[in-house]
């Protein structure tokens, strides 16, 4: 948990030491910061859309994943307007597993 919070405050620093306004928000207060960068988990999207989407590391955060953290992530993948960035750290070997095929889109 202490390392979520140092990893989230890094990334928000990160973007503004590049001018780049940005801040952690969860729940509705996402909803309050549409002039900058939101930096948020997956449970606080759900039902909102962004123009852009960028998810950071997916496949260590499906590495793993229950039903549930797949269909998360899928509802993160689909929260993006114009644009969407997703980022590994590995292999693709976590879009292989049979129980993501279900979200493929051929």
Not at 18 to 30: C, L, M, N, P, S
Not at 46 to 73: H, K, N, P
Request: a negative charge; aromatic letters at 10%; hydrophobic letters at 40%.
């Amino acid at each position: 948990d202490q390392l979520i919070k140092k990893a989230r405050k890094s990334l928000v620093d990160l973007l503004e030491a590049h001018f780049i306004q940005a801040r952690w928000a969860t729940g509705e207060d996402v909803k309050e910061h549409v002039d900058r960068v939101v930096v948020t988990d997956y449970e606080s999207i759900v039902g909102l859309e962004f123009d852009c989407v960028f998810t950071i590391g997916i496949d260590t955060r499906l590495a793993d994943a229950s039903r549930d953290d797949l269909q998360s992530a899928w509802v993160a993948l689909t929260r993006a307007r114009r644009f969407i960035c997703v980022t590994r750290t590995g292999s693709d070997d976590v879009f292989e597993r049979q129980v993501f095929q279900e979200y493929h889109v051929s």
